[in-house]
């Protein structure tokens, strides 16, 4: 079998790199080039990503105290909920896929853009305008009904900027929305010749399942809040209870769109995963047909599994058998992509570099989140653990350990391909250690709170959970160290860092078979793929260099 | 003593909830323990440049490997879900006897009416060894009902009627807490449930006892609010009688048959067209912004006693 | 073809493929308008079933007249619109003008009865608020239902027509080819548009005069 092959021109003719094809402001704001789109929404999502943990650590900080510190219940309240506005949909949602989809997705499959490029320049710009939304509701002074915007408080007891609030989340929708139809478009019609569905990359299967999610579940989101703002401004009755309204509709249809999202969140990153342990075992992904019917069944099947987000809300009890059925339904191919990535690293070469310690983070937290999703599917347990620590434990588990260490392992993985440089590796290391380190030492505690009936969204709280917020708001510490490191050592490497040839990490894929960084087109001539992906481990020529 | 503690030995189901969430962390450490093995076994093993032999696993038992996988936790998950529901269905419906407290919640607090009218702020007296129902309602936004020590949680809804039921078997005061975030002062809608015998539990109920009992506060209210002029026994108009109503199953014109429950009058209250009983026209005006969810609470009371007086006086002179 | 170059844009191999790749980017996102009225269509449906009452007495009220003045001129609009969308691909250049104006024109007067028809709304104080004039009080989550959806109906119909105008003066103006794979996108569009007034037309004016 052969390495995927590109038919390449001498080096004379190749383009300069999309970085150098114009150094105005204009010419990034003005560009429809898919990569440097990726660069607008990983600076957007960065800062979005510091303001959001801002808020949570004057939140943590304030819970060192059973009877709080510094912060009034109501600035409490908003603190919380702009934390999880921020973090959910300026940062985890379009995350990995507005970045590393954006730039990578078309390189993958060999194409010179995505399929609308000025579609995609236009959802940066709605992210833009809901990102502004959401600046103004702080500046305003912030909204109080969490990230959920349950009715009817939301809608007639809020005392907050409840429509600027969802104006920023309906429009940042319409920017996924676009996102999604591109990715699907892209990879139905400019995959390169030879490049068959299953010689796709899990990363782009990945990236195709969550847009699929994405267009058919945050249209839903839109007009749910579209229906709480026309209440709340207009005061018309649609879930108001005086005039009948019922309490659970705005429920049902808020997370008939948020529990698919966060497999939005979550299969971006399994794409990832898939392919940085595939590099750095030096193997081919256990197990591609499996991989990838468990990424296309976690995006239907997580499409019925809303309403167990509302076992105590008051629907019917046989609703919830029904809900908790098909949550350990969903909860099988997840476990399944766990055990064919551990399969993965057998009988390989592995190198643990620093993408790949982001990556077995995520293996160790992913599990536990995955585990712990398994009592929260049960009926009992959950009546008695939800909306405690234990299920923010459970969801920072699968969003922060899962997604943001993917997040991490990708942007160290990808770092020489997109920036051209080379960071300094032991720096790299000891951020993924302390990451992995103060995730566990915030969230690990919370479990137990939880279970011991600890309330979330709780500015005052009994004694003897004091214990538990203190170790919790330590490896908070720990976990801003780790996040604020990158920052340093990356911008150092943008500087001062060694140039990166084409394929540091010797990786299989077709955009490392391309300049570092790539030109504005990606490749010099269209390629041809002949063989499947990861052609690593048994069927590979030997390596010649290390990693 | 603490009232929040990992085990809880308060009520039978509680028992019951913390087998299984102990089962689940069994079962959890062990695929940890199994995923962390065997990543450190294979990251040890084949290191780069590692002695360890390469052999190719032949496709045949790749597949095997993966099927076997797929089936096992399937079965597993499986057998976790059954073990759960079984758990759920056997506690889904209180018993016919339950003693009824109800639960009124606003921002930010929580208003428990006992059967004989003792109203209680942010505090719940119930008996043990006697099944205890909460028909509870919301006055403005979602709350939820959070009784830790008794693993329990319900959300509490405007405009429609809950239900969480417990029988607790250990005597304490315990947590109350709002689960669901209601605004402001969400953190500060806490109060306590005290679980007493069933002989202090009498004698707390005389001593505190109001002069009228709930049902007596809900004839008074019958009468005030001119129900009595068109359900009354000598009334001109032609109305449903209300006694026995109450627990006994209704004819309705569009040939449904329900069964009187809470929600049910609640409903003919407010909205008095929704169900017609067979047999009578749709006349009765809706009640809705007229009479609060207390009031509604002491005219259910009412109804309730009118379809047990001659069995028992009250629910709560049963003890 | 001497307007294929101008034709195609930056990743497209060829016109064709890209043709075919704007339909298949429409048609995503019409799924995406589908799941987006969907969560009306359920609100509505779940109270018509928990208040059928109120919701007959709600429903006399709305105007059946324009409803059904609205649905002629949208369904003319459709067909002007797909005899637009076919002239373009056979180059009839003229032709295709001339059906995207009357399209645009039926557009607007949709829009006016529309408009006509809020108002005379309003004077009846069908507005859901204090002054509603209906009882009982669920009435009120019908007309919420009636604004919104024919509110949000008409913002579609509104950016059909600033697309259609724009696409139209840009093409007279030939500043871009009568064959691009727009005119068939907005015809995709328009046509969804028409859609969804077909499906509110018995949920806001049939359904109490049955």
Redesign the interface.
């Given at each position: 079998m052969t390495d995927i092959t590109v038919d390449r021109l001498p080096e004379t003719k190749i383009g300069e790199s999309y970085l150098d094809e114009g150094h105005s402001l204009a010419s990034w704001l003005t560009t429809?080039d898919h990569k440097r789109i990726g660069i607008l929404y990983a600076l957007s999502i960065t800062a979005f990503f510091f303001i959001g943990g801002a808020a949570i650590g004057l939140v943590r900080l304030e819970l060192l105290e059973p009877h709080g510190l510094f912060l009034t219940?109501?600035e409490y309240?908003r603190l919380f909920t702009l934390h999880g506005i921020i973090m959910v949909w300026f940062f985890l949602v379009p995350s990995i896929p507005t970045t590393f989809g954006n730039f990578l997705l078309?390189m993958m499959i060999g194409?010179?853009?995505?399929?609308?490029?000025r579609?995609n320049l236009m959802s940066w710009y709605l992210f833009v305008i809901g990102a502004t939304f959401t600046i103004i509701t702080i500046i305003a002074g912030g909204v109080?009904?969490?990230w959920?915007f349950?009715t009817?408080?939301s809608t007639?007891?809020?005392?907050g900027n409840v429509i600027a609030a969802a104006a920023g989340v309906f429009v940042v929708g319409f920017s996924s929305?676009a996102t999604?139809?591109?990715f699907?478009?892209?990879t139905?019609?400019?995959r390169a010749p030879g490049m068959t569905w299953t010689r796709l990359p899990l990363f782009v299967w990945a990236i195709y399942a969550t847009s699929v999610v994405m267009?058919?579940?945050?249209?839903?989101l839109?007009?749910?809040l579209?229906?709480v703002s026309?209440?709340r401004w207009?005061?018309?009755?649609?879930f108001n209870?005086?005039?009948?309204?019922?309490?659970?509709?705005f429920q049902?249809?808020f997370w008939f769109y948020s529990h698919p999202a966060v497999y939005i969140m979550i299969l971006p990153a399994m794409g990832v995963i898939s392919e940085v342990f595939a590099c750095f075992?030096?193997r081919k992904v256990?197990?591609y047909t499996?991989m990838v019917y468990s990424l296309m069944s976690i995006a239907v099947i997580g499409f019925m599994v809303w309403g167990h987000h509302m076992f105590?809300?008051?629907q019917s009890?046989y609703a919830?058998?029904v809900f908790?059925?098909l949550s350990?339904?969903v909860?099988?191919p997840s476990?399944?992509k766990?055990?064919?990535w551990?399969?993965t690293?057998?009988?390989?070469?592995?190198?643990?570099k620093a993408p790949m310690l982001y990556a077995?983070g995520f293996?160790?937290l992913f599990?536990?989140g995955g585990?712990?999703g398994?009592?929260l599917?049960?009926?009992?347990?959950d009546?008695?653990v939800?909306?405690?620590y234990f299920v923010v434990a459970h969801f920072h588990f699968i969003m922060v350990g899962g997604s943001v260490s993917a997040f991490f392992a990708a942007l160290h993985f990808w770092w020489p391909k997109i920036t051209g440089r080379l960071y300094p590796d032991y720096w790299a290391r000891f951020g993924a250690i302390t990451m992995f380190l103060g995730f566990n030492a915030t969230f690990l505690p919370q479990f137990?709170m939880g279970?011991?009936?600890?309330?979330?969204?709780?500015?005052?709280?009994?004694e003897?959970?004091q214990v538990y917020h203190v170790i919790s708001t330590a490896g908070t510490v720990l976990l801003a160290v780790a996040y604020i490191l990158p920052l340093l050592y990356l911008g150092w490497s943008l500087l001062y860092g060694n140039r990166a040839d084409r394929n540091p990490w010797h990786a299989a894929g077709l955009e490392w078979e391309t300049l570092s960084p790539p030109p504005k087109e990606n490749f010099e001539r269209?390629p041809t793929v002949t063989s499947g992906p990861y052609s690593y481990?048994?069927d590979a020529e030997p390596q010649a260099h290390?990693? | 003593m603490n009232p929040f503690r990992f085990v809880s030995d308060v009520s039978h189901e509680a028992i019951v909830v913390d087998r299984l969430f102990f089962l689940l962390v069994g079962i959890s450490v062990l695929i940890a323990g199994l995923v962390t093995a065997l990543v450190v076994i294979f990251g040890v093993r084949y290191r780069k440049d590692s002695p360890a032999p390469r052999r190719a696993l032949p496709q045949m038992l790749k597949n095997e490997v993966e099927i076997g996988w797929i089936s096992a936790t399937a079965f597993l998950f499986f057998f976790i879900f059954w073990w759960a529901a079984a758990g759920e269905l056997s506690a889904l419906t209180a018993p016919k006897n339950a003693l009824d407290i109800h639960i009124v919640a606003k921002q930010w607090m929580w208003h428990a009416q006992q059967p004989n009218g003792i109203r209680e702020i942010n505090e719940i007296h119930a008996p043990i060894n006697t099944p205890v129902r909460l028909v509870m309602t919301s006055q403005d936004v979602i709350h939820s009902m959070f009784l830790p020590a008794l693993r329990i949680k319900q959300d509490v809804l405007p405009g429609r009627y809950t239900y969480l039921w417990f029988n607790a078997q250990k005597a304490g005061t315990y947590h109350l807490l709002c689960a669901e975030f209601c605004g402001t002062e969400h953190s500060r809608m806490t109060g306590r449930i005290v679980l007493m015998t069933q002989p202090e539990y009498s004698r707390w109920t005389e001593t505190e006892a109001p002069t009228h009992g709930l049902a007596a506060q809900g004839e008074t209210l019958f009468r005030s609010l001119g129900c009595s002029g068109c359900h009354g026994p000598n009334a001109s108009v032609h109305a449903p009688d209300l006694d026995h109503l109450y627990g006994h199953r209704v004819q309705l014109s569009d040939g449904r048959v329900v069964t009187a429950d809470e929600a049910y009058l609640r409903d003919s209250i407010l909205q008095p067209r929704r169900d017609i009983v067979a047999g009578y026209k749709p006349l009765m005006p809706s009640f809705r912004g007229i009479v609060s969810e207390d009031d509604i609470v002491r005219l259910i009371a009412y109804l309730k006693s009118l379809s047990t007086k001659n069995v028992l006086n009250q629910q709560g002179e049963r003890q | 073809m001497s307007d294929a170059p101008a034709l195609l844009h930056e990743p497209w191999p060829s016109v064709e493929r890209q043709r075919e790749g704007v339909s298949f980017g429409l048609w995503l996102f019409i799924a995406t308008e589908i799941l987006f009225f969907s969560g009306l269509f359920l609100g509505y449906t779940l109270y018509r079933n928990l208040y059928p009452d109120a919701f007959k007495i709600a429903a006399r009220e709305t105007e059946v007249f324009f409803g059904t003045l609205n649905t002629a001129i949208l369904m003319t609009s459709s067909l002007t619109m797909a005899v637009a969308a076919r002239g373009a691909t056979r180059g009839f250049r003229k032709m295709t003008l001339w059906c995207l104006a009357v399209t645009i024109t039926l557009g607007c007067t949709f829009l006016l009865c529309k408009g006509l028809e809020y108002h005379d709304d309003i004077d009846n104080r069908l507005v859901p608020g204090p002054d509603f004039k209906l009882k009982p009080p669920e009435t009120q989550i019908f007309w919420a239902f009636y604004w919104v959806m024919t509110g949000i109906h008409a913002v579609h119909v509104t950016v059909g027509i600033g697309v259609v105008t724009t696409v139209t003066l840009l093409i007279y103006r030939r500043r871009i080819p009568l064959a691009t794979a727009a005119v068939e996108a907005m015809a995709l569009y328009w046509h969804l548009v028409d859609v969804i007034w077909i499906f509110l037309l018995p949920l806001l004016y049939l359904m109490g005069r049955s």
């Amino acid at each position: 079998m052969t390495d995927i092959t590109v038919d390449r021109l001498p080096e004379t003719k190749i383009g300069e790199s999309y970085l150098d094809e114009g150094h105005s402001l204009a010419s990034w704001l003005t560009t429809t080039d898919h990569k440097r789109i990726g660069i607008l929404y990983a600076l957007s999502i960065t800062a979005f990503f510091f303001i959001g943990g801002a808020a949570i650590g004057l939140v943590r900080l304030e819970l060192l105290e059973p009877h709080g510190l510094f912060l009034t219940d109501e600035e409490y309240n908003r603190l919380f909920t702009l934390h999880g506005i921020i973090m959910v949909w300026f940062f985890l949602v379009p995350s990995i896929p507005t970045t590393f989809g954006n730039f990578l997705l078309p390189m993958m499959i060999g194409a010179k853009d995505v399929a609308f490029p000025r579609l995609n320049l236009m959802s940066w710009y709605l992210f833009v305008i809901g990102a502004t939304f959401t600046i103004i509701t702080i500046i305003a002074g912030g909204v109080d009904t969490g990230w959920t915007f349950y009715t009817p408080l939301s809608t007639l007891y809020a005392n907050g900027n409840v429509i600027a609030a969802a104006a920023g989340v309906f429009v940042v929708g319409f920017s996924s929305i676009a996102t999604g139809i591109n990715f699907i478009a892209t990879t139905h019609m400019l995959r390169a010749p030879g490049m068959t569905w299953t010689r796709l990359p899990l990363f782009v299967w990945a990236i195709y399942a969550t847009s699929v999610v994405m267009i058919l579940a945050t249209p839903v989101l839109a007009m749910s809040l579209l229906l709480v703002s026309v209440e709340r401004w207009f005061g018309v009755p649609i879930f108001n209870p005086n005039n009948g309204g019922d309490p659970l509709l705005f429920q049902h249809l808020f997370w008939f769109y948020s529990h698919p999202a966060v497999y939005i969140m979550i299969l971006p990153a399994m794409g990832v995963i898939s392919e940085v342990f595939a590099c750095f075992a030096r193997r081919k992904v256990f197990g591609y047909t499996a991989m990838v019917y468990s990424l296309m069944s976690i995006a239907v099947i997580g499409f019925m599994v809303w309403g167990h987000h509302m076992f105590v809300a008051g629907q019917s009890p046989y609703a919830n058998l029904v809900f908790s059925f098909l949550s350990f339904v969903v909860a099988v191919p997840s476990a399944i992509k766990v055990f064919n990535w551990v399969a993965t690293l057998y009988g390989g070469q592995i190198v643990f570099k620093a993408p790949m310690l982001y990556a077995m983070g995520f293996l160790g937290l992913f599990t536990v989140g995955g585990l712990t999703g398994l009592f929260l599917a049960s009926v009992p347990i959950d009546i008695h653990v939800t909306d405690t620590y234990f299920v923010v434990a459970h969801f920072h588990f699968i969003m922060v350990g899962g997604s943001v260490s993917a997040f991490f392992a990708a942007l160290h993985f990808w770092w020489p391909k997109i920036t051209g440089r080379l960071y300094p590796d032991y720096w790299a290391r000891f951020g993924a250690i302390t990451m992995f380190l103060g995730f566990n030492a915030t969230f690990l505690p919370q479990f137990v709170m939880g279970y011991e009936g600890m309330p979330r969204r709780y500015h005052v709280y009994p004694e003897q959970f004091q214990v538990y917020h203190v170790i919790s708001t330590a490896g908070t510490v720990l976990l801003a160290v780790a996040y604020i490191l990158p920052l340093l050592y990356l911008g150092w490497s943008l500087l001062y860092g060694n140039r990166a040839d084409r394929n540091p990490w010797h990786a299989a894929g077709l955009e490392w078979e391309t300049l570092s960084p790539p030109p504005k087109e990606n490749f010099e001539r269209t390629p041809t793929v002949t063989s499947g992906p990861y052609s690593y481990g048994e069927d590979a020529e030997p390596q010649a260099h290390t990693a | 003593m603490n009232p929040f503690r990992f085990v809880s030995d308060v009520s039978h189901e509680a028992i019951v909830v913390d087998r299984l969430f102990f089962l689940l962390v069994g079962i959890s450490v062990l695929i940890a323990g199994l995923v962390t093995a065997l990543v450190v076994i294979f990251g040890v093993r084949y290191r780069k440049d590692s002695p360890a032999p390469r052999r190719a696993l032949p496709q045949m038992l790749k597949n095997e490997v993966e099927i076997g996988w797929i089936s096992a936790t399937a079965f597993l998950f499986f057998f976790i879900f059954w073990w759960a529901a079984a758990g759920e269905l056997s506690a889904l419906t209180a018993p016919k006897n339950a003693l009824d407290i109800h639960i009124v919640a606003k921002q930010w607090m929580w208003h428990a009416q006992q059967p004989n009218g003792i109203r209680e702020i942010n505090e719940i007296h119930a008996p043990i060894n006697t099944p205890v129902r909460l028909v509870m309602t919301s006055q403005d936004v979602i709350h939820s009902m959070f009784l830790p020590a008794l693993r329990i949680k319900q959300d509490v809804l405007p405009g429609r009627y809950t239900y969480l039921w417990f029988n607790a078997q250990k005597a304490g005061t315990y947590h109350l807490l709002c689960a669901e975030f209601c605004g402001t002062e969400h953190s500060r809608m806490t109060g306590r449930i005290v679980l007493m015998t069933q002989p202090e539990y009498s004698r707390w109920t005389e001593t505190e006892a109001p002069t009228h009992g709930l049902a007596a506060q809900g004839e008074t209210l019958f009468r005030s609010l001119g129900c009595s002029g068109c359900h009354g026994p000598n009334a001109s108009v032609h109305a449903p009688d209300l006694d026995h109503l109450y627990g006994h199953r209704v004819q309705l014109s569009d040939g449904r048959v329900v069964t009187a429950d809470e929600a049910y009058l609640r409903d003919s209250i407010l909205q008095p067209r929704r169900d017609i009983v067979a047999g009578y026209k749709p006349l009765m005006p809706s009640f809705r912004g007229i009479v609060s969810e207390d009031d509604i609470v002491r005219l259910i009371a009412y109804l309730k006693s009118l379809s047990t007086k001659n069995v028992l006086n009250q629910q709560g002179e049963r003890q | 073809m001497s307007d294929a170059p101008a034709l195609l844009h930056e990743p497209w191999p060829s016109v064709e493929r890209q043709r075919e790749g704007v339909s298949f980017g429409l048609w995503l996102f019409i799924a995406t308008e589908i799941l987006f009225f969907s969560g009306l269509f359920l609100g509505y449906t779940l109270y018509r079933n928990l208040y059928p009452d109120a919701f007959k007495i709600a429903a006399r009220e709305t105007e059946v007249f324009f409803g059904t003045l609205n649905t002629a001129i949208l369904m003319t609009s459709s067909l002007t619109m797909a005899v637009a969308a076919r002239g373009a691909t056979r180059g009839f250049r003229k032709m295709t003008l001339w059906c995207l104006a009357v399209t645009i024109t039926l557009g607007c007067t949709f829009l006016l009865c529309k408009g006509l028809e809020y108002h005379d709304d309003i004077d009846n104080r069908l507005v859901p608020g204090p002054d509603f004039k209906l009882k009982p009080p669920e009435t009120q989550i019908f007309w919420a239902f009636y604004w919104v959806m024919t509110g949000i109906h008409a913002v579609h119909v509104t950016v059909g027509i600033g697309v259609v105008t724009t696409v139209t003066l840009l093409i007279y103006r030939r500043r871009i080819p009568l064959a691009t794979a727009a005119v068939e996108a907005m015809a995709l569009y328009w046509h969804l548009v028409d859609v969804i007034w077909i499906f509110l037309l018995p949920l806001l004016y049939l359904m109490g005069r049955s």
